[in-house]
C-alpha cells in the first residue's frame, strides 16, 4: 500500500527548526559549490524553509533573482520576516506544495529558470510515489534549456538508527506496522533511483552521489535528540495520542543512547546520508 498523507497540518515552526535542527541550512558548503550561483542567474528554491540558505544564494545572484517555495506557512512567514523584500529585491518567499506545482505555482512552470535548487526538502516532497515524478517534470518544466537542477537530501540509509527505532517504539506501543509504515514522512532513494529517473523525466545527469556523514546534533539543552525526533518525527508520533507521546520519545532516546551518544562528552550523532545530484536540461 502506498504510503498516504496522513494529515496536511504545518508540522513546522521557524523556532522548532532553529532549536533542534540548525546545523540543517549550515552544513550544506558541497551542494552550494555545485549550485555555484552566476551573480544574473535566477534561482528556485524547492522547500526552502525559513530561508537562510535561500538568502545566501540570493547573495550570490545579486543581480538575477531567486524565489523560494515551501508548504509551511509558518516557515514561509518567518522567511518573509526575516528577509524582506524591501531589503533584498532580488529575494521572494512563496507558499506553495511543491508536490502539485502546476496547480499551486503554475508560473514559475515557465522554463526561464538557470537553475532548480533544494536542500534537505525532496526526501519530504518525493514521499507520495504517486507525485515522484511530476515533481522532477515541474523541475524540467521550470528550467530554460541548459539550466541546471542541483540538490541535496536524504539518501538510502539515511537516519536510520532513529527511522527504525521510532517505527519499533510505535509498534510497542500499539500501532500496528502498516499504519506506522504509512505514517513514515520520508523517501530516501539509491544513486541508482535517482540517476534512473532524472534521465527518465529528460535530464542529462551530470552527478548523483551518495555521502555517509554522521551529523552532530544540538546539545540537550538546545534540543538534542528528543527535540530532533520531536520536530522530524512528527507524522510518526501523531500516530499515538498526545499523552503518551513523551512516553515514546523518552523510549525512543533510551534506545538510541547506545548508539548515537558518545561517551566522552555527551553529545548526540545521527547517520545522516546525503544524496546530491546534478542534472541539466537539455
Ligand atoms: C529540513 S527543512 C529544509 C529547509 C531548507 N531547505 C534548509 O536547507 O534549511 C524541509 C522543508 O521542506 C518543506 N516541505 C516538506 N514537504 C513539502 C512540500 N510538499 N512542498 C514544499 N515544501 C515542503 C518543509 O516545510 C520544510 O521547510
Given at each position: 500500500m502506498?504510503?498516504?498523507?496522513?494529515?496536511?497540518?504545518?508540522?513546522?515552526?521557524?523556532?522548532?527548526?532553529?532549536?533542534?535542527?540548525?546545523f540543517?541550512?549550515?552544513?550544506t558548503?558541497t551542494?552550494?559549490?555545485?549550485?555555484?550561483?552566476?551573480?544574473?542567474?535566477?534561482?528556485?528554491?524547492?522547500?526552502?524553509?525559513?530561508?537562510?540558505?535561500?538568502?545566501?544564494?540570493?547573495a550570490?545572484?545579486q543581480?538575477?533573482?531567486?524565489?523560494?517555495?515551501?508548504?509551511?506557512?509558518?516557515?514561509?512567514?518567518?522567511?518573509?520576516a526575516?528577509?524582506?523584500?524591501?531589503?533584498?529585491?532580488?529575494?521572494?518567499?512563496?507558499?506553495?506544495?511543491?508536490?502539485?506545482?502546476?496547480k499551486?505555482?503554475?508560473?514559475?512552470?515557465?522554463?526561464?529558470?538557470?537553475?532548480?535548487?533544494?536542500?534537505a526538502?525532496?526526501?519530504?516532497?518525493?514521499?507520495?510515489?504517486?507525485?515522484?515524478r511530476?515533481?522532477?517534470?515541474?523541475?524540467?518544466?521550470?528550467l530554460?534549456?541548459g539550466?541546471?537542477?542541483?540538490?541535496?537530501?536524504?539518501?538510502?540509509g539515511?537516519?536510520?538508527?532513529?527511522?527504525s527505532?521510532?517505527?519499533?517504539a510505535?509498534?510497542?506501543?500499539?500501532?500496528?506496522?502498516?499504519?506506522?509504515?504509512?505514517a513514515?514522512?520520508?523517501?530516501?532513494?539509491?544513486?541508482?533511483?535517482?540517476?534512473?529517473?532524472?534521465?527518465d523525466?529528460?535530464?542529462?545527469?551530470?552527478?548523483?552521489?551518495?555521502?555517509?556523514?554522521?551529523?552532530?546534533?544540538?546539545?540537550?539543552d538546545?534540543?538534542?535528540?528528543?527535540?530532533?525526533?520531536r520536530?522530524?518525527?512528527?507524522?510518526?508520533?501523531?500516530?499515538v495520542?498526545?499523552?503518551?507521546?513523551?512516553?515514546?520519545?523518552?523510549?525512543?532516546?533510551?534506545?538510541?543512547?547506545?548508539?548515537?551518544?558518545?561517551?566522552e562528552?555527551?553529545?548526540?550523532?545521527?547517520?545522516?546520508?546525503?544524496?546530491?545530484?546534478?542534472?541539466?536540461?537539455?
Open positions: 502506498p504510503p498516504t498523507q496522513t494529515t496536511n497540518k504545518d508540522h513546522w515552526t521557524s523556532k522548532a527548526y532553529n532549536t533542534s535542527a540548525s540543517v541550512p549550515k552544513l558548503s551542494v552550494v559549490s555545485y549550485l555555484d550561483a552566476q551573480p544574473t542567474d535566477t534561482v528556485l528554491d524547492i522547500g526552502c524553509g525559513d530561508g537562510p540558505l535561500t538568502a545566501q544564494i540570493a550570490a545572484a543581480l538575477g533573482r531567486v524565489v523560494g517555495l515551501d508548504a509551511s506557512p509558518s516557515m514561509i512567514s518567518s522567511a518573509q526575516d528577509y524582506a523584500h524591501s531589503k533584498h529585491p532580488n529575494l521572494a518567499f512563496r507558499v506553495a506544495d511543491c508536490t502539485k506545482l502546476s499551486e505555482a503554475p508560473d514559475v512552470l515557465n522554463g526561464s529558470w538557470d537553475k532548480v535548487f533544494s536542500n526538502a525532496y526526501h519530504w516532497i518525493l514521499r507520495n510515489p504517486e507525485t515522484r511530476d515533481v522532477f517534470v515541474d523541475a524540467f518544466n521550470a530554460k534549456p539550466g541546471a537542477l542541483v540538490f541535496e537530501m536524504g539518501g538510502a539515511n537516519v536510520a538508527e532513529v527511522r527505532t521510532i517505527i519499533a510505535l509498534v510497542i506501543h500499539g500501532i500496528p506496522l502498516d499504519e506506522v509504515r504509512a513514515d514522512p520520508w523517501f530516501f532513494p539509491s544513486e541508482k533511483w535517482m540517476a534512473t529517473t532524472l534521465e523525466v529528460g535530464f542529462n545527469v551530470e552527478k548523483v552521489e551518495l555521502e555517509y556523514r554522521p551529523t552532530k546534533l544540538t546539545g540537550d538546545e534540543g538534542g535528540l528528543d527535540g530532533w525526533v520536530l522530524f518525527g512528527a507524522q510518526l508520533l501523531e500516530k495520542n498526545e499523552l503518551k507521546r513523551a512516553e515514546v520519545v523518552k523510549w525512543v532516546v533510551e534506545v538510541l543512547r547506545s548508539s548515537c551518544r558518545r561517551e562528552d555527551g553529545s548526540w550523532w545521527i547517520g545522516y546520508v546525503r544524496l546530491r545530484a546534478v542534472a541539466k536540461k537539455p
